[in-house]
C-alpha cells in the first residue's frame, strides 16, 4: 500500500504562483510513476501532469503546459507541482496519484493508470 499526502494548497490571486507537495510512504518512491490531476465543482476530473519513475520524461495538459511544473525529489520520496501564472479557470481540487505498473506516458495520463491516490488540495484562484 502507499499512502499520498498532498499539501500546498490554498487561495491565490490570478497570475500568482504555488507549489503543490505530495509525500509518499509505504512503498519505494522511485518504484513510483506520479501524477496529477484536479476537479473543478460539476466537473470531471482531469489530467494535469505526470513524471515517469526517473523523473526524466514529463507530460502536461496542454492547458497548463508552460504554466506548470512537475518535478520528484525520490531522496525525499516527495513530487511537486509548480503552478505559475495561475488562471480562475485553475481553480479545483488537486490530487496527486500513484502508478506502479510502469506504464507508457500516454496511459499516465489517464486517471486509470493509477494504483493510489491522495485526498486532495484545494487551489482556489480570484480574479
Known amino acids: 500500500q502507499v499512502q499520498l499526502a498532498e499539501s500546498g494548497g490554498g487561495l491565490v490571486q490570478a497570475g500568482g504562483s504555488l507549489r503543490l507537495s505530495c509525500a509518499a510512504s509505504?512503498?519505494?518512491?522511485?518504484?513510483?510513476?506520479m501524477g496529477w490531476f484536479r476537479q473543478a465543482p460539476g466537473k470531471e476530473r482531469e489530467f494535469v501532469a505526470a513524471?515517469?519513475?526517473?523523473?526524466?520524461?514529463?507530460y502536461y495538459a496542454d492547458s497548463v503546459k508552460g504554466r506548470f511544473t512537475i518535478s520528484r525529489d525520490n531522496a525525499k520520496n516527495t513530487a511537486y507541482l509548480q503552478m505559475n501564472s495561475l488562471k480562475p479557470e485553475d481553480t479545483a481540487i488537486y490530487y496527486c496519484a500513484a502508478e506502479e505498473d510502469g506504464s507508457a506516458g500516454y496511459i499516465l495520463q489517464r486517471s486509470y493508470a493509477y494504483d493510489y491516490w491522495g485526498q486532495g488540495t484545494q487551489v482556489t484562484v480570484s480574479p
Open positions: 509505504g512503498r519505494t518512491f522511485s518504484s513510483l510513476a
Open positions: 513524471i515517469r519513475r526517473t523523473g526524466i520524461s514529463t
